[in-house]
């Protein structure tokens, strides 16, 4: 997602040249340790790319897509336009098709912002929020309206088992000038009753800070969420429910407005382990397959008063990472992705981006997927930057490129190899939120920038591994 850390603004000048285009190993709980160590080529996947007459979206033969919304000319049930810069994106069933959640990445002179509707806005000074738009089956529009506004950067998210959305603010705001609050916190949404939604309440026991995106666990309900922050680099995030905590609709809000609500459960940040060796980057891994043990280490102030998070714990306590980013649970643990790493901000090595397991029964995370640096990103072939990911129900993973050059929405096949789903063919700008309806036939996705969301279909079925 675009921050002020993001990666199109810093890669110009650090790009280490040379070291290929890579992607290696992929999804070891899936296709077994030796694919997860085996260097591979890209695959067919669904076939090479068709460009579109339209300038839009360059899709697989077969496929097609539907614009289900677009900034500042689809318009809600308020009147207003669709917002800007649609980043995650959360999708459920409903009774005539789909309902996604779509966040809105505003923090300041973006053309369209969220409006601020009385009951619905947490701070009227912020311009972001989400917006919840009902699709038929076909994936065809039928009504697009505020769900949360007031709130500020809203990046990616995720979605708990209880069926609601979590979208996460991207910053760590203070109070001042035209916000009226703190922000840097998570808030839950309702998908299908927007009366659920009113009085916004901050999730602050999940902590304040860069919040990228989260991954719920659906037996004990503890909470993975990842940090996007830089000097340090950012952490990853284990929130642990109190004794006694049910989830279910209401009952995270019911938490956080209890007396004790802004420090229910524990907030504990990752320290990785090879052995007796701390791991000060998850940088250091450069193979598919590496494996770290996982100690949790307990957040001292977590609504950061006076210290930001990452910087309440010295560099041997905690694992860093750049630019961490989507998170998914899906195979009985929380897929997370670090977008890339340079050593001029600090990180061990260079890649142009991780894919990494959590495994909450053995303790470990695990390299799935690596980038090498990207040297000509430019070029049709080469990825570089991941950003969201969602676990595809035919196998493998989707990410959402985010890096220099061109931009695609990745495949990675469960033997770990990389294919290209879409391409944008109308600028730069990265996709976001890709994320499947329940029946596993529309693949929602967007384009940030100028705001397009849309809703792809086509002859799904578990993409090939064949060499291209």
């Not at 296709?31 to 085996?38: D, E």
């Not at 000060?280 to 210290?307: I, M, Q």
Request: hydrophobic residues 35%.
């Amino acid at each position: 997602m675009t921050s002020s850390f993001s990666r199109r603004d810093v890669l110009r000048g650090g790009a280490a040249g040379g070291l290929g285009i890579v992607v290696a190993g992929s999804l070891e709980a899936i296709a077994g340790p030796a694919a997860a160590r085996a260097a591979v080529r890209p695959a067919v996947g669904y076939g090479a790319l068709v460009p579109d007459p339209a300038g839009l979206l360059a899709l697989p033969p077969g496929f097609s897509y539907t614009i289900v919304a677009e900034a500042g000319v689809t318009t809600l049930d308020s009147g207003h336009p669709t917002p800007s810069d649609a980043d995650g994106n959360g999708c459920f069933r409903s009774p005539t098709g789909s309902v996604i959640v779509n966040n809105h990445e505003i923090g300041g002179s973006e053309p369209f912002g969220v409006p601020p509707l009385p009951g619905l806005t947490y701070d009227p000074g912020a311009r972001g929020g989400t917006t919840t738009i009902e699709v038929d089956g076909a994936g065809r529009r039928l009504r697009e309206y505020v769900s949360v506004a007031g709130t500020h950067n809203n990046c990616a998210g995720g979605i708990t088992p209880w069926g609601t959305w979590l979208t996460c603010e991207e910053t760590e705001q203070r109070a001042g000038g035209r916000y009226l609050k703190d922000h840097g916190y998570v808030f839950e949404v309702d998908p299908h009753d927007q009366e659920q939604n009113l009085d916004p309440v901050a999730l602050k026991f999940l902590g304040r800070y860069a919040h990228e995106a989260v991954a719920v666990d659906p037996y004990t309900h503890a909470i993975y969420l990842t940090e996007d922050a830089g000097n340090p680099n950012g952490l990853y995030f284990r929130w642990t429910p109190p004794a006694g905590f049910r989830g279910g609709k209401g009952a995270l809000r019911a938490l956080a407005t209890r007396p004790d609500g802004d420090t229910a459960g524990s907030l504990e940040a990752m320290s990785c382990w090879l052995g007796d060796r701390h791991i000060g980057d998850l940088s250091e891994a450069t193979t598919p397959g590496t494996r770290y043990k996982v100690r949790w280490v307990a957040v001292p102030d977590r609504d950061a008063k006076t210290v930001s998070v990452r910087k309440q714990f010295a560099p041997e306590q905690v694992t860093n990472s750049r630019k961490l980013e989507g998170a998914w649970w899906g195979d009985g643990g929380a897929y997370f992705v670090a977008s890339y790493a340079r050593r001029a901000d600090g990180s061990a090595n260079e890649h142009d981006g991780q894919v990494w397991f959590y495994d909450p029964r053995t303790e470990s995370v695990t390299l799935k997927t690596i980038f090498g640096v990207n040297p000509d990103p430019d070029a049709e072939g080469g990825y570089d930057g991941p950003d969201n990911i969602t676990v595809s129900p035919y196998g493998g993973v989707i990410l959402a490129e985010d890096g220099e050059g061109l931009s695609h929405l990745v495949g990675i096949t469960e033997q770990g190899k990389a294919y290209p789903l879409a391409r944008n063919e109308l600028n730069d700008s990265e996709f976001t939120g890709p994320t499947f309806s329940a029946d596993g036939k529309i693949l929602f996705a967007n384009i940030q920038s100028p705001g397009y969301v849309f809703a792809i279909t086509g002859p799904w079925g578990r993409p090939s591994n064949a060499q291209p």
